[in-house]
């Protein structure tokens, strides 16, 4: 049980960390919508985990009723996210999220054809999702990245670059580093 115990006090230090509006611990664990749907999904992704496909389902039917955050329960998802205003967020079967990610309100990360492979986006470590970026097949997105509000990403983004518009186009892309 320690490490269950521990994973919740890394999500409610995330939460203080990227949140400003929660003010406190007991203000992340009662009003972070994103959390609760976060916390939801370990328990679906177990159990999806251990074949017991249709319940993982419906708790994650239930769980997006009451949170408005839309996970499916095979997908993959790290430690650290944050799911800020998380209302609209969808999260496809195969989709993995790294560590530290943080995920604003509407963001898609949605698959391509009906095939039942990898299908979903890859996000790596440390990277910002937009409000209403939509993120596409089963391409990866790199480390650090940054997208922006409202991007369509169909195509894969380098670590640490930053992709805005419809379709996304990188910004910015940080300067290789000489070893």
């Known amino acids: 049980m320690p490490g269950i115990l521990e ?3 890394e999500d409610i230090q995330a939460v203080l960390e990227r949140d400003p509006a929660a003010r406190g611990p007991l203000e992340a664990v009662l ?3 994103g959390m609760h749907a976060l916390w939801m999904h370990r328990l679906n992704h177990w159990l999806w985990q251990a074949n017991f496909k249709l319940l993982a389902r419906i708790l994650a039917h239930l769980t997006r009723m009451l ?4 996970i499916h329960p095979g997908a993959r998802i790290g430690r ?3 799911i800020d205003h998380g209302m609209g967020i969808v999260i496809g079967e195969t989709a993995e999220v790294g560590d530290d990610v943080l995920m604003y309100h509407g963001v898609t990360l949605g698959g391509t054809g009906f095939s039942r492979e990898k299908r ?7 990277v910002l999702l937009g409000a209403h970026a939509v993120v596409l097949g089963p391409i990866r997105v790199g480390d650090g990245a940054r997208i922006g509000a409202g991007a369509v990403v169909t195509k894969p983004v380098p670590p640490g670059a930053t992709v805005v ?3 996304a186009r990188v910004l910015e892309r940080p300067e290789p580093v000489e070893a």
Do not use: A, D, L, W
């Open 7 to 9: 994973r919740f006090r």
């Open 80 to 82: 650290r996210v944050v």
């Open 120 to 126: 979903h986006p890859t996000i790596g470590n440390g």
């Open 67 to 70: 949170t408005g955050v839309e």
């Open 165 to 167: 518009g419809n379709p």
């Open 31 to 33: 009003f972070s919508p």
